[in-house]
């Protein structure tokens, strides 16, 4: 079982950058499939970027295309969420996820695949 945990969220002005941080744990000896999720309250969660287990294929939600970025540090299995240019409806609870099943390689942030979730960290952006 894999056991990923956030970190790196906090409050940012509109325009502003933030680097979230994935610790993934447990038995990384394989390889296993990342994803970015985020939830505003009263919303549904919703996929923000995910990456292939070979890490060579990525997804991306529509509203975040071109100012996010995701990547993966294998040797210290940590995954990062870069994001640039935030706005206020990027605030959320963000939470990482890993995927080890046999659809770990597939890039889409489906809600529906077989995640294990961390327990999320604040975004929030405001003026």
């Known amino acids: 079982q894999l056991h990923p945990a956030e970190s790196g969220g906090g409050w940012v002005q509109p325009g502003g950058s933030l680097r979230l941080a994935c610790e993934v744990s447990?038995?990384?000896?394989?390889?296993?499939?990342v994803g970015w999720f985020r939830q505003a309250p009263g919303s549904v969660r919703e996929g923000v970027a995910c990456?292939?287990?070979?890490?060579?294929?990525?997804s991306f939600g529509d509203s975040v295309k071109g100012r996010f970025a995701i990547s993966k540090d294998n040797a210290k299995d940590t995954v990062y969420l870069q994001m640039n240019s935030l706005k206020p409806e990027d605030s959320a609870i963000y939470y990482c996820a890993v995927d080890g099943s046999i659809y770990k390689n597939n890039a889409r942030c489906a809600l529906n695949r077989d995640w294990t979730w961390g327990r999320g960290t604040q975004v929030t952006v405001s003026s």
């Open positions: 990456l292939s287990s070979s890490g060579t294929t990525t």
């Open positions: 447990g038995d990384t000896s394989d390889t296993y499939g």
